[in-house]
């Protein structure tokens, strides 16, 4: 104390009247205690002694900081000595307690001493602008910086869930109740001149260049930010998130209400102490200005938490007015929120009533009513009462229902909203303004977009970094911050659609300062790293079984997807068309399109969202709810890829890439049809080609949308729809829509014949008001059902299966849907599914099915010049059909990479379209003639045809002269062909090769070198070692299709004749079709015989085999009367004639040397008919001899126009003796697949 005599400020800190005792009188009375431990003498109920300690020395704490002058006029506050010491011993108490222990001991001590609200607050507001004759000194500003970081550590978020512990559960929950009384007083003190004094304190952080700015400053605005996010998340404990047996009946303190610490008073505050233009600065300067990633996050959570909770679509809807002309009209109370609020509930008690008087208002209403039902064997009764039992059956049967059924309370295994606010927040007109403003000022300034950018690029840096991969970005990143980031863009979605349907609406059209009506404010939104950030969270999220992150990820999922289909199905306009400069592209469209032909393409999002809503009825409302708005804009979104305009997108992407643009998301499906965009296409060529895509799309939109009508996912949507009361009409219609696809577009009539689904349907009719819009939709579709069902209940009187769920079997589907157990075999839904009713994969996907794989050939003389393998390879290939055309095609791609070569580029593939693909894959002498120039082969359809950087552009010409040369030479014949036959040999490799190749494809792939030495010792060179890794990721892919195929269909054990020809499930169908020579079916049959019918009577047979049990014709009828006595008969004599009319053809062809023009196979023709007609040796002779004099070498230009599209796959002319009668063995199977195509374009018309 003697260090204190001279302070002129403790001269009256001691107040006493009485006289000071001499020292010989203290030492005769009781030692004094001191403070400490008078207040550790008395303890608390549930109190330890370490608790009332540390509580104590909080309270000494607090005292010595100072507090309020009482003894001046204006009661300022009076900081102590050593304030700036105990505001760091505070820190560290609560850093080494509450931060160590993860407990609340010293916050809820902070909290009793009123620290926050009698000293932080105080102090930053008094000496952010002191009074007069107060100087601010250096340490005050330390102190006002000592009171941030305790105010941003007092309210650091409390995290009160179903993971918290019985134990921790009190202390949390009074610590989230102390820290509402904090939000209170720091939005309420002095208008929340709280929050511009901290905001002040970062101003000056703020003008120094980026060079200049200290580590000190940074952190600095670091802790304003993570004080404003602090303050957003206190709110309310949901009664939703207690533990059992405990209720937060107290979720306010005492003397607030749910306004005092509502979002409208915190937006008011924000306004007004201009933290919200703070927050704009900060997103708008980051990447530029500030490097650290902790701010974009900051930022992107504070938006997260001030627009939770916010319905976008009430941001924009019409107030109306309050009349002042008549004082005996109410006023609409929509201006405040509670008004708002008051309007929801009496809406809502108008619906209750509305239905209530449907059931109550007889004219017995008013006398009591008891219902006895007796049971049909007499043995029982059940009574109910009320007056709803006399209004309707229906009303009667659920009143009896819900009598004596025992409810247990429903709950769910997951609640899946951790991280989603189902309740809605009403705003007042006044935040509406303010909250728009912020929207808009944001948006229209590029600084979402530029917000956006940067945090999607940290995101994906800790990823890469990790070494983890996007694929597991859970485990990597934290999940709020994930989950506020997904967030964030879902909401910002929903803003700018419901903005632009309010525009719309109105037809009105924004200033020049506001946001324009495109989507290029939330293209950062839409972008590649974006949309991967997406996928991979999904992927990540539904593999770790982390419901409330695939809850946020099919949020965000759901509003890109609803956007993309809004730009991605609007029309094009005349400058997106032709567009003559790069601001003539529509971005927002080039975005949009690349994210919906991405998603069709990726098997493994496909297979996602197939699976996610078969287990979507175990979790939340809100979750399930998500599910199927998902399901449906994914179907609507793949229904409108394939109905697209091909042929126009192919036009735009031509104009495109000649103004040098290159859409990333797009650059995949552009790869597909390089040869349709590069200019200078054959114009019949085109079409053909537009045809056949056109036709694949549509067949690929019908093997997806098959997997979609599973079972379970079918019991989601009734699950969905059975909450008929809590959705709206928009909803109703939503399920409606998925049953409407199922029933009638895809009549599968057997998936929907269960009784809950028919049950579902009648209560919904019941509830729907005959008004309603919506009550139409389901009367028709009412009418539909029944009329299907009964003709199904006619022809199966005892229907078991309403009882149960449909099984996911394909003989099970096939009986319940045709009643014939033998037709499943054959699977009816050819070029839907595969053999088995495996959904077939589209041909965009990595997996397709593959092409059957050709034999790998080998010239006999490897000594041969490339000039001479070249005239032999083309000798065969232009004997086989469209071969003129694709030794076309390969010279265009030659000259295109040999100008290519001279700039240097060296890496350089050909581009291939599918059809192409596919022949680079089964025919042998294109393959080898492509090796032969100098590229890498392919054994997949997505294999890339990649030429060897050794190869020179000089060898490139050559090849390319090479086959200018052979192919002109061939067409007009080279007379003597011997020196082209028997010049190639099928090159086979060992077993012990072949596992080498499996080795070597394994050591690529983890990055290590192959083993050359082993190679060499089993006799392999070094063009070998490519080709057997080529044939292990074909035999890998194999055996991966045959596990999936298993894996898809539960009761299918693979048989020995599948594991030998396990190619591909396409492989499998060809090669039964091939084997049905003597066993056709009864539809193949039949198919074979409409050639020979008229057009009318063919669309009628087509009918007739279309026909299911469900159709409401009669079914074709055999009968024995229709049973020929020549069936009896022998067919040896027609065998005789079939094998001597076959040897005339040998010779015919021998002689002629073939058909290589439309002159030749005219006379050829003529020749033929002589010899049909005749059986006379003498006469076949001379028609012979006829046509060979007749042959004319000349070739017709317009040969290559009558040649079919698809590429044949024949032999060489010396087996082509051996191939005659196979090609007639197969002509059925042939034209029978070809005439299943036919049928299913008609069914699409």
């Not at 938006?303 to 939770?308: A, D, I, N, V, Y």
């Not at 049909?376 to 039992?389: F, K, L, M, P, W």
């Amino acid at each position: 104390m003697s260090d204190y005599k001279e302070d002129e400020e403790l001269d009256d800190f001691i107040v006493s009247d009485e006289e000071v005792p001499s020292p010989q009188e203290e030492e005769t009375e009781a030692p004094q205690q001191d403070r400490i431990t008078g207040l550790t003498t008395m303890l608390r109920v549930n109190e330890s002694f370490t608790s009332k300690v540390l509580r104590a020395h909080i309270s000494v704490l607090v005292s010595a900081l100072g507090g309020p002058d009482h003894s001046s006029e204006d009661g300022l506050y009076k900081l102590g000595h050593d304030a700036l010491a105990c505001l760091k011993d505070i820190k560290k108490w609560i850093r080494s307690v509450d931060d160590r222990n993860n407990s609340s001991e010293v916050a809820l001590a902070c909290a009793e001493n009123g620290l926050v609200n009698n000293d932080l607050t105080v102090i930053l507001c008094q000496w952010d602008k002191p009074p007069p004759g107060v100087k601010r000194t250096k340490t005050t500003d330390k102190i006002m910086l000592a009171c941030l970081e305790l105010l941003v550590l007092l309210t650091w978020p409390i995290e009160v869930n179903r993971k918290t512990l019985l134990k921790d559960y009190t202390s949390k929950t009074n610590a989230r109740r102390a820290q509402l009384v904090y939000k209170k007083h720091i939005l309420a003190y002095q208008g929340g001149h709280t929050l511009k004094a901290i905001i002040r304190l970062g101003l000056r952080a703020m003008q120094l260049p980026r060079e200049d700015r200290e580590p000190r400053d940074v952190n600095i605005l670091r802790l304003i930010l993570f004080f404003i996010r602090n303050l957003l998340f206190i709110e309310p404990l949901p009664a939703s998130k207690s533990p059992k047996a405990i209720t937060n009946s107290s979720d306010l303190p005492n003397g607030m209400s749910p306004e005092d610490v509502g979002l409208n008073a915190v937006i008011a505050a924000f306004e007004n102490n201009k933290v919200l233009l703070f927050l704009t600065s900060i997103a708008h300067s980051v990447s530029s200005e500030f490097n650290d990633e902790t701010f974009g996050v900051l930022v992107i959570e504070c938006l997260s938490l001030l627009t939770r909770g916010i319905k976008t679509e009430s941001l924009f809807s019409t107030i109306p007015k309050a009349p002042v002309s008549d004082i005996s009209e109410n006023v609409p109370p929509a201006s405040s929120a509670a008004g708002l609020q008051l309007q929801d509930l009496l809406s809502e008690e108008e619906k209750r009533k509305r239905r209530q008087k449907n059931t109550v208002s007889t004219r017995h209403g008013r006398f009591g009513t008891l219902l006895s039902i007796q049971s049909s064997d007499n043995s029982s009764y059940y009574t109910i009462s009320g007056q709803e039992a006399l209004a309707s059956t229906l009303e009667s049967l659920d009143k009896l229902d819900r009598t004596k059924k025992w409810h247990k309370t429903s709950g769910f295994k997951y609640d899946s909203n951790e991280y989603v606010k189902n309740s809605t927040i009403y705003l007042n007109s006044h935040s509406i303004k303010i909250i728009k403003r912020f929207i808009d000022s944001l948006l229209s300034s590029g600084s979402y977009n530029n917000l956006l950018s940067f945090v999607g690029r940290h995101l994906t840096n800790i990823s890469n970094d990790h070494d983890l991969g996007r694929k597991v970005i859970l485990d990597s990143v934290d999940p709020h911050e994930l989950a506020s980031y997904f967030l964030v863009i879902s909401w910002f979605f929903s803003y700018k659609r419901d903005r632009n349907n309010y525009y719309a609406r109105n037809k009105l059209a924004p200033l020049d300062e506001e946001d324009s009506l495109d989507y290029g404010s939330v293209g950062s939104s839409l972008s590649e790293i974006n949309f991967i950030l997406l996928t991979s969270y999904l992927r990540s999220a539904y593999e770790a079984k982390d419901y409330d992150s695939l809850h946020v990820a099919l949020i965000c999922m759901r509003g890109m997807l609803q956007i993309s289909n809004a730009i991605f199905s609007s029309e094009r306009t005349q400058r997106e068309m032709n567009p003559s400069s790069e601001e003539d592209i529509n971005h927002d469209r080039e975005l949009a399109e690349g994210i919906i032909r991405k998603l069709f393409s990726q098997k493994q999002f496909l297979d996602m969202i197939v699976n996610i809503p078969r287990q979507a009825s175990r979790h939340s409302p809100e979750y399930l709810s998500v599910v199927v708005s998902v399901v449906h804009i994914v179907l609507k979104c793949f229904e409108t890829l394939a109905n697209e305009d091909v042929k126009l997108y192919i036009q735009g992407r031509r104009r495109v890439n000649k103004l040098g643009n290159q859409s990333g998301l797009n650059h995949d499906m552009d790869r597909q049809h390089w040869h349709l965009i590069d200019a200078g296409s054959d114009e019949e060529d085109f079409e053909q080609e537009i045809r056949y895509i056109n036709q694949e799309r549509k067949l690929d939109f019908k093997n997806t949308e098959v997997r979609f009508f599973h079972t379970e996912t079918v019991s989601t949507h009734i699950a969905y729809l059975s909450r008929f009361e809590d959705l709206t009409h928009e909803e109703i219609k939503r399920g409606i829509s998925f049953f409407h696809r199922l029933f009638v577009v895809r009549k599968d009539f057997a998936a929907l014949y269960r009784l809950d689904f028919m049950n579902l349907l009648y209560r919904l009719r019941a509830y729907l008001p005959r008004s309603s819009n919506i009550r139409r939709h389901v009367d028709d579709f009412i009418v539909y059902f029944m009329k299907k069902f009964k003709t199904a209940l006619d022809r199966f009187p005892v229907a078991i299966e309403l009882l149960f769920p449909r099984f996911e079997n394909l003989e099970m589907k096939g009986f319940l849907s045709t009643g014939d157990l033998e037709s499943t075999s054959t699977s009816s839904s050819i070029g839907v599914t595969s053999a088995r009713g495996l959904p077939k994969s589209s041909y965009f996907s990595e997996d397709a099915p593959q092409p059957r794989a050709a034999a790998i050939l080998r010239f006999n003389d490897d000594n041969l010049t490339l000039d001479e393998k070249i005239g032999v390879l083309i000798y065969h290939l232009i004997k086989k059909k469209n071969g003129i055309k694709i030794l076309k095609f390969l010279i265009g791609e030659l000259e295109r990479l040999t100008a290519l070569k001279e700039k240097g580029i060296n890496n350089l593939m050909l581009r291939l379209n599918l059809t192409n693909r596919k022949l680079l894959i089964n025919e042998p002498h294109l393959r080898l003639l492509v090796e032969s120039i100098g590229f890498d082969l392919p054994f997949l359809q997505n294999d890339e045809t990649s030429l060897k950087t050794s190869v020179e552009a000089s060898t490139l010409v050559e090849a390319k002269n090479s086959i200018d040369k052979w192919l002109k030479l061939h067409e007009e014949g080279v007379g003597d062909i011997e020196p082209f036959l028997d010049q190639v040999h099928q090159e086979i490799f060992t077993k012990e090769q072949l596992n080498f190749g499996i080795i070597a494809l394994s050591d690529v792939r983890s990055g290590r070198p192959i083993d050359l030495a082993t190679a060499e010792v089993i006799g392999l060179r070094q063009d070998q070692i490519g080709k057997l890794i080529g044939l292990a990721k074909r035999k890998e892919y194999d055996e991966m299709v045959a596990a999936q195929y298993a894996l898809e269909d539960e009761d299918y054990d693979i048989e020995p004749s599948d594991a030998e020809d396990n190619s591909s499930i396409s492989g499998r169908r060809r090669k039964r079709m091939k084997n049905k020579s003597s066993e056709t079916t009864l539809s193949d049959s039949v198919i074979d015989d409409l050639d020979d019918l008229p057009k009318k009577q063919r669309r009628s047979r087509r009918e007739i085999l279309k026909r299911s049990l469900d159709s409401d014709d009669d079914a074709p009828v055999k009968s024995s009367e229709m049973v020929n006595d020549s069936d009896d008969e022998s067919d040896d004599e027609k065998v005789k004639s079939f094998y001597e009319k076959e040897e005339q053809l040998r010779q015919l062809i021998s002689s002629t040397g073939g058909i290589m023009n439309k002159t030749q196979l005219e006379i050829f023709k003529e020749s033929w008919q002589k010899i049909v007609n005749t059986n006379e040796d003498s006469q076949v002779k001379t028609a012979i001899s006829r046509a060979a004099s007749l042959f004319v070498d000349d070739s017709d230009e317009n040969d290559d126009e009558s040649q079919p599209k698809e590429f044949s796959h024949q032999n060489t002319t010396d087996e082509l003796q051996l191939n005659q009668k196979r090609t007639q063995d197969e002509g059925h199977v042939m034209v029978s697949r070809k005439r299943r195509i036919v049928l299913e374009e008609e069914d699409e018309e």
